[in-house]
């Protein structure tokens, strides 16, 4: 007799398929998108619209896809270790933090390279994080909302914090940036420290099932034979780099490693090393998606995907919030 939940699991088994083709088709628009017309398939052809293509239209691509994986991954992260859905880097002052420490360096070290930059904006995500999951250890179990809202304070000061100190050397036009993810200025080049961020988004996959260990808290790590202390560095290194790496690169993306998460979740369960490849391509497909509708909505004008994503985000996750949980087998 065939099991009652059957349908339902050839239609889990058809999600990464779904998106898989669903990405192909948004990756062939982005390549076709812009004020220029060209064909995706000048890209295999000499001459100004294959160069289009090879130094804006593909990285373009690559860096919408690469920085929405790999912040879909950092908020499943911070969301297993914190024990805690409503949480993600811009709603904990990750990214707050990331945004201070490039502007304590372009401050204090002007000339810095680049992986000085990467290095200081990481240690102060790092630093923040820590600090965020040290304040929520003192908030009541019973009260999973006071969480969020304390990230959303605490991030905040954090931000208020860093508009001041570019208010008084007139740098506010680089808080904006770095806050606003936005990939007009992604060209070849110029975006190739999210390959690293993509990178450190693989390597949440190996610690996935120490990390949902770690996230039934200490003790319980500890009675598993499982270091917590070290877990919980990885985690957070993890999500550091990763945040770090994107406002570095495109500004901060609100709602990516919230939403996605979430929605993963909701349909195909709570086991972290089996969800996190369907959380990064969902999160690579809807930022490319923000980012195409942006594209298109005031063409040949752009508005920034991290505004797009920020509308859609919060109807989906209200949506998600009063709708009914989906029943899986």
Avoid at 113 to 120: E, F, G
Avoid at 179 to 188: A, C, D, H, I, T
Avoid at 294 to 307: K, S
Wanted: glycine share 10%; with cysteine.
């Amino acid at each position: 007799m065939r099991p009652h939940h059957a349908p339902l699991q050839r239609t889990s088994a058809l999600w990464p398929i779904v998106l898989a083709v669903v990405l192909l088709g948004l990756v062939a628009g982005s390549l076709v998108t812009g004020a220029a017309n060209v064909s995706a398939l000048d890209l295999f052809r000499r001459g100004e619209s294959g160069d289009i293509l090879l130094v804006s239209r593909l990285p373009r691509t690559l860096a919408t896809i690469l920085a929405g994986a790999s912040l879909a991954v950092a908020g499943v992260i911070m969301q297993t270790l914190v024990r805690n859905r409503f949480v993600e880097p811009a709603t904990t002052g990750t990214g707050e933090c990331a945004a201070l420490g490039l502007l304590a360096t372009l401050l204090l070290v002007p000339g810095a390279p680049l992986l000085a930059k990467m290095a200081i904006s990481s240690a102060a995500a790092f630093a923040g994080t820590a600090i965020f999951l040290a304040l929520v250890r003192r908030l009541p179990p019973t009260q999973p909302l006071l969480v969020p809202l304390t990230g959303i304070v605490y991030g905040g000061i954090i931000g208020s914090i860093s508009i001041f100190i570019a208010y008084e050397n007139d740098l506010l036009q680089y808080i904006s940036v770095w806050m606003n993810g936005e990939f007009s200025g992604v060209l070849q080049g110029r975006y190739e420290l999210l390959w690293a961020s993509g990178t450190a988004a693989l390597a949440a996959y190996f610690y996935a099932d120490q990390f949902t260990v770690a996230g039934f808290g200490k003790d319980t790590a500890h009675g598993l034979g499982l270091s917590y202390r070290t877990v919980m560095i990885a985690g957070l290194s993890i999500v550091a780099l990763i945040t770090s790496f994107t406002v570095l690169t495109v500004g901060m993306l609100p709602f990516v490693g919230l939403v996605v998460p979430n929605i993963i979740s909701r349909f195909r369960g709570d086991n972290t090393k089996e969800t996190l490849p369907l959380v990064a391509i969902l999160g690579g497909v809807l930022v490319l998606a923000s980012d195409l509708v942006g594209r298109l909505i005031r063409y040949p004008y752009e508005i920034p995907a991290g505004t797009i994503f920020g509308v859609l985000g919060t109807g989906v996750f209200l949506w998600l919030l009063f709708a009914r949980p989906t029943r899986r087998g």
